[in-house]
């Protein structure tokens, strides 16, 4: 394992700083969910109940369905024990639903293929700032996949606009908040709760020309 972890989290990128080898998402291999492997019933996640009792609940019911897959980062010391996961589904907007700068990231009028993280969670006892690593990992595992395409990752922050986390994703992570008009205020825009990074933002050093 490196000890200067590098990418987008690395050292080189001041406005996140350095992620400890640990969590160094270069060394980070996720792999899918195998429910008859992996001791979900032991993950704990006390910041989000939803978040814990996914895996056991209704993943089973999505499952069937394919309506996501979930990827584990399993604890290095027990490869049947969860340290984190997060689940991917196909998504798009429209590039009127970003405002004119966000949409410059993008090309064209085509909607915006995007990959939504549904669920996404650390155990309480893996390292600090693994969720950092985690949404580095997601990004490159989409932008490496062979079989589909996305430009960026979308999620929907857990109890909205004004908490911790949402702040968190967008002062940390960088990702940009969508907006929509305020229905009771002329020329006012409200937050819809619902976030978006470019892929080339989570994983600059894998993006060609960079
Ligand atoms: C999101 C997550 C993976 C990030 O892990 P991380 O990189 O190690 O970062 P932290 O756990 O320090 O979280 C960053 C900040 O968000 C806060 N936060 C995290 N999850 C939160 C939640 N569900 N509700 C409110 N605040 C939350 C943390 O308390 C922390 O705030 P602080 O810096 O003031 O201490 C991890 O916090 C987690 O598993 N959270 C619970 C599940 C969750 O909410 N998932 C996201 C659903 S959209």
């Not at 008859?36 to 499952?63: E, I, M, N, W």
């Not at 990752?153 to 008009?181: A, Q």
Request: charge should be positive; charged fraction near 25%.
């Amino acid at each position: 394992m490196s000890e200067q972890p590098s990418g987008a989290l690395g050292s080189g990128d001041p406005g996140r700083g350095i992620v400890a080898p640990a969590t160094d998402p270069q060394a980070l291999k996720t792999t899918r969910y195998r429910p008859a492997f992996h001791r979900a019933a032991d993950f704990r996640c006390a910041k989000s109940p939803r978040v814990q009792g996914f895996l056991t609940g209704d993943y089973q019911r999505f499952a069937k369905t394919n309506y996501c897959k979930a990827l584990i980062l399993p604890n290095p010391d027990d490869e049947t024990g969860i340290w984190g996961y997060y689940t991917l589904s196909p998504y798009k907007i429209e590039p009127q639903e970003l405002s004119r700068k966000q949409r410059g990231a993008f090309r064209g009028s085509l909607p915006i293929p995007m990959i939504l993280v549904g669920f996404m969670g650390k155990d309480d006892s893996a390292p600090p700032r693994l969720g950092e690593a985690l949404l580095v990992v997601t990004a490159r595992r989409v932008y490496r996949s062979d079989d589909t395409a996305a430009a960026a990752l979308i999620l929907e922050s857990e109890g909205g606009p004004g908490t911790r986390l949402y702040e968190w994703y967008g002062d940390t992570m960088k990702f940009e908040p969508i907006r929509r008009p305020d229905p009771n205020k002329k020329k006012s825009m409200i937050e819809t709760g619902v976030l978006f990074c470019p892929l080339a933002s989570l994983i600059p050093e894998e993006w060609p020309g960079n």
